[in-house]
């Protein structure tokens, strides 16, 4: 979820071979719901490299964790299913975008499309598991971005050739970038096995450019790509890349969040984007108002001096949520 110059999507997205020959009907489907001890094939934490591993500052971000290695989080079933959930009619004719930056993406699935992905991405446990690997408390930030799917349908000989031509150097898939969320965890939804090049390029602290593995299928890569500057590298050796991308945000209200919108406006439809965006940005101010009031009062009714100071520190925060909030809103 880089900047990105877009283009309205369907009528100029010409990527539609071999899937386009799958695409059912989804009432064609029978609808299977998302059980985790059945789905979740994670089993034990995977590495991770952390901030200060790869020479930054650990105030740079809200987690100390900067990336993970590959881990299974779904089952093959689980990602076959989502997989079915996507490649429908439906789906192809509402949520398809295109960009510089990604040919062909489907976004805005969730809940409506895709059931079973939004189950399984705010499902307690899967949350809990990539919070775990993520080293801080996370849940979703808009409908959106819960499972959009980016496709490429290469001309594997094409990349292959560049590849063994350029073993020095990468070809990148994306510019440098940060994110516009703070975490993002990135599904392989296609047979990998055949792959290679795919990582993600990351730049630490000294500058120098390090890659971590792309993953496999059902397999994930948690990566807190708001703070690090990152960027994907092409991969050759498979008919079709699918990844599905998941944004999060801390649970947390009083956890810095800077989430922006700059990459993520050219690629939805304003009214929805911008209900969700209000509704997340003034869910988040009503909790902290409610816990501050609630701490306010209850130091009152102790007989406890108000802390002036700390109430305007609190106000101005709040102000500038709200300007932030504002400022991501862009009126046509
Ligand atoms: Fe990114």
């Known amino acids: 979820m880089a900047e990105v110059d877009s283009r309205p999507a369907a009528a100029k997205v010409d990527i539609k071979p071999i899937i386009s020959e799958r695409l059912s009907k989804a009432s064609a489907r029978p609808r299977v719901a998302f059980r985790p001890d059945e789905h979740l094939a994670y089993r034990e934490d995977p590495k991770v490299l952390t901030l200060k591993d790869i020479g930054l500052s650990e105030d740079v971000g809200i987690s100390p964790v900067a ?31 295109s960009t510089d930056f990604a040919g062909c993406m489907l976004r805005g699935t969730c809940p409506k499309y895709a059931p079973f992905m939004n189950e399984a991405w705010k499902d307690p446990k899967t949350l809990a598991l990539l919070s775990k690997v993520a080293g801080i408390d996370l849940i979703p930030v808009l409908d959106l971005d819960v499972g959009s799917i980016n496709v490429s349908v290469q001309d594997s000989s094409e990349n292959q050739q560049k590849l063994e031509n350029q073993s020095e150097n990468d070809i990148p898939v994306t510019k440098w970038h940060v994110d516009s969320y703070p975490f993002v965890c990135v599904v392989m939804m296609s047979d990998a096995s055949q792959m290679t090049g795919g990582e993600t390029a990351i730049r630490t602290g000294s500058g120098e450019i390090i890659k971590v593995r792309g993953p496999q299928m059902g397999s994930a890569v948690v990566l807190q790509g708001r703070y690090i500057s990152h960027q994907a590298l092409a991969a050759a050796g498979g008919a079709e890349r699918i990844t599905m991308i998941a944004a999060f945000r801390p649970r947390d209200p009083f956890v810095s969040d800077t989430s922006v919108l700059t990459s993520i406006r050219p690629i939805s439809h304003p009214s929805e984007l911008y209900f969700q965006w209000t509704e997340y940005r003034v869910e988040v101010l009503q909790e902290r108002l409610r816990i501050m009031l609630e701490v306010l009062r209850k130091e009152h009714v102790l007989g406890h001096p108000t802390d002036v100071a700390k109430i305007k520190e609190f106000l101005n925060q709040q102000a500038q949520w709200l300007l932030d909030t504002n400022t991501e809103i862009v009126a046509k």
Not at 76 to 97: G, K, P, Y
């Open 67 to 97: 990336v993970s290695e590959p881990f299974p989080l779904f089952t093959e079933e689980a990602t076959n299913i989502m997989r079915s959930e996507v490649f429908t009619q439906e789906v192809w004719d509402n949520c398809l975008w």
